[in-house]
DNA sequence: AAGGCATGCACTTTA
DNA sequence: AAAGTGCATGCCTTT
């Protein structure tokens, strides 16, 4: 900090020896005659700061990120009716309360299973991306379900779509959780996660979740010892702490009876691909190990409730071979999915009109198509997967087959915390607008044909997936447990050969719809363990361009004024934008992300005490382009392949449809109601509660901080002053994979207990399963009320 | 106290 | 006169 600002004086001073700062006339006789005009391509050893390995390794993280797409096309149900994704709704708070209650049922449903009942199609474009910015006020329940639920869960599961929102909200409210406006606005940072509709299940109105369900058919070998698995785990590093996972729950001792249940529920849809029902049964401790454990952490429901999250979070930890051997079985398809998924992307997104949306938000989630073509699965298992022929009406597209994922890496996601939607719960809108558009011109493929669907394709497909042998024996999983510690240190090394496919046990009638609703949320496991595995990879999930966050800037009234200028975040711009030698600046080519439009801007500084003030100057046109206006913000990003600046204006939901900028620049930060709207004061009021800085952007702080957490090139600076405070981002840097070597203990929070599940007390086989141990947390005599804990930093900093 | 930056305003340039 | 430019001021946050 010293140092820079020394720099800075010294760049002044620099200036001023080279008598560039003199007086005015001089100034602008300088100006007029010296005027650079540097090119991008002048600026590509400027902005381009990663080393080549680091270049390489992001290229390479890119690949498996996309490999991940991919490896989605290959979890999509081929179904020609299409129809596959709609938004699974969970219809009822006691449809919630039921799932939550899983256990109740004799037979646990593996949630995946919700999804088994496919619905007509629901067009996501338009209609889905009203839907968040119609939900206004509402999207602060999911942003509680976000709240409560484990990183993992709230990171890829948005329940912003559903409509149990109204459920989630009656319950919360009815719950009287305490702040709950500042828990919203935490966790609509948390909204930088994927949105895998569900399918409704037929009966889910019935509150019969679990009715249809028999799990007869299970594969016991699958059972977890747990002792066994525990011993696996290389816990005893600490790397799975519990502060880990703080701060997705009230940090207060009273915890709404509903909120376990809750926590459970969401940590199961997010992992219902991987944990089976006997997984969790097969989880059995002494009660005595509970009683003890709980106490360790403080006593009280919420003790139990962080032994059950630490007992989750071990389950899920446990589970990630499973997925990673999914991901390694996707390998052999590397290259061909992710041109073909951002194709259909684009496909879908162009072709289904959602690009005439001018450049209102359409939502946090770019509308990403999914194959739904069981040729495709054809082509892929036969590796006769060529580049697509040249455009055709022919073109698989169908409204219903988009998937809403976080658009890492295209501007839309990046960091660690991955992409960038923040805010979407508070006015239901989403600040990342035309994400799709990122994607614009940068397609390999412009277009796409698929092959006619034939039912050989699908029988191909079945076969594929039905080939895989399913291998779950004890002894196996302690060899993928070794694999996956081994594969972990080296995440970037992931071509491994892996013949084992999880288990199917189910009916091969009911396999195709339950395999491929498995499989997609295997996909969403995979990611979610990617993403764990390593955070740094978040950034990389660019299907096209890689595109480095830069800065970003929330627009004041007088950048959006007509000066056509922007202030530029002095750090940022210093840290990400070429060094300016004279405050004359340089031209700076600027390509709209959404238009590609290339703007021809002007990065210069004024000298401002002894300081400089960063300006981006010619950005009228661009401003009123976009139709940006205070509160809105920009972003830029760079191009890490072309060095070309890249830049995005977001917008802003607004409740009201007046479009006028509000009038007030400050944002206030004493009320205590939720905001009632999406405007751009309430949402930089909702941003200041989470950065002590009214400068520091907010979108920076949960999307492209976020994803520059994890990226080597951006500034740890822009990066810690988050997840210090926002506890989700705290825990997206705390919360690394057990493997990954990486000791987050400098993240731990002091007052936080770095508590290994297996440090609470000596684990023993016992006789509770986690139901048990669920039903334990409600049990009054448990153990005492603890005294005060440690726990303050959970969520204090949203408690005001 | 130091620094960032939003913006007022004086000044210059242009229409 | 309007638009553009650049600096200075003062508020606000951070240190």
Known sequence: MDSESAQNVGEVERAEANGIIEGQDANRNIEGGVKVKMEAGEMDGELNDESPEECNEMIAMNSEDTDFLGKAEDLIPPSPGGAEWTDYECTSADDMLDAARIFDCVNLPNLSELQYNLEPPAPLPPAAAAAPASSSLGSSTSSSS???????????????????????????????????????????????FMVIPFEQPADS??????????????????????????????????????????GFVPADNNIPSEELPMVFFEWLKSNKDSISPEDLRSIKLKRSTIELAAKQLGGGKKAMLHLLKLILAWVQNNHLQRKRKLSQQHQKFNGCRPSYFVDQYNQCYNGGGVMDHGFEPQSCYAQVAIPTDPSMFAALNNNTFNPPPAPSMDTIHHPAKYRRVPLEGCGGFTSSHECQPMFQPLDGGAPWPNMNCMLQNQLPYENYRFPPPT??????????????????????????????RRSMAHHHHHHHQNRHWSASTSPLSRQSSEQVNINLMQYQQQRQTYLQTDRRQINGWKPEK???????????????????????????????????????????????????????????????????????????????????????????????????????????????????????TKCTNGSSSLPDGGDAKQFLKMGKSYLASTSQSVAVTFADSVADASSSSVSDATVHSCPEADPFLRDMVTHSFPTKGTSNSQHDHPGSASTNLESLSSLESGDLTIEEILDLVDSPDLVAEPAKSDSSDDIAESKD
Request: net charge negative; aromatic share 8%; with cysteine.
């Open 546 to 664: 890689n595109l480095k966050f830069l800065l970003q800037k929330v627009l004041k009234q007088s950048d959006v004024g007509n000066l056509g200028r922007i202030v530029l975040p002095k750090k940022e711009a210093e840290t990400h934008l070429p060094e300016l030698e004279a405050r004359d600046g340089i031209s700076i080519a600027m390509e709209d992300i959404v238009t590609s439009h290339v703007w021809n801007m002007r990065y210069r500084f004024w000298p401002n005490n002894k300081s400089r003030m960063y300006l981006l100057e010619n950005t009228g046109d661009f401003v009123r382009s976009n139709g940006l206006q205070e509160g809105d913000f920009i972003v830029l990003y760079s191009d890490t392949k072309t060095g070309k600046y890249m830049i995005r204006g977001v917008k802003v939901p607004r409740s009201d449809t007046s479009a006028s900028a509000p009038a007030a």
């Open 455 to 484: 039912s050989q394709s699908q029988v191909d497909y079945m076969n594929y997936r039905s080939s895989t042998p399913a291998v779950s024996t004890k002894e196996a999983r302690k060899n993928r447990m070794a694999r996956q």
């Open 146 to 192: 976000a709240s409560v639920s484990s990183p993992s869960s709230s990171s890829w599961l948005n329940t912003s779509n559903m409509k149990s929102e109204e459920a989630m909200e009656r319950h919360y409210h009815s719950s009287s959780t305490p702040s709950i406006d500042q828990d919203s606005a935490t966790s609509t940072s948390y909204q930088n």
């Open 205 to 246: 109105h019935n509150n019969n979740i679990c009715k249809e369900y028999s799990y007869s058919d299970l594969d016991h070998a699958d059972k977890i010892d747990v002792l066994e698995e525990l011993q696996n785990l290389d816990l005893l590093d600490g790397s799975l702490s519990a502060g880990a996972l703080d």
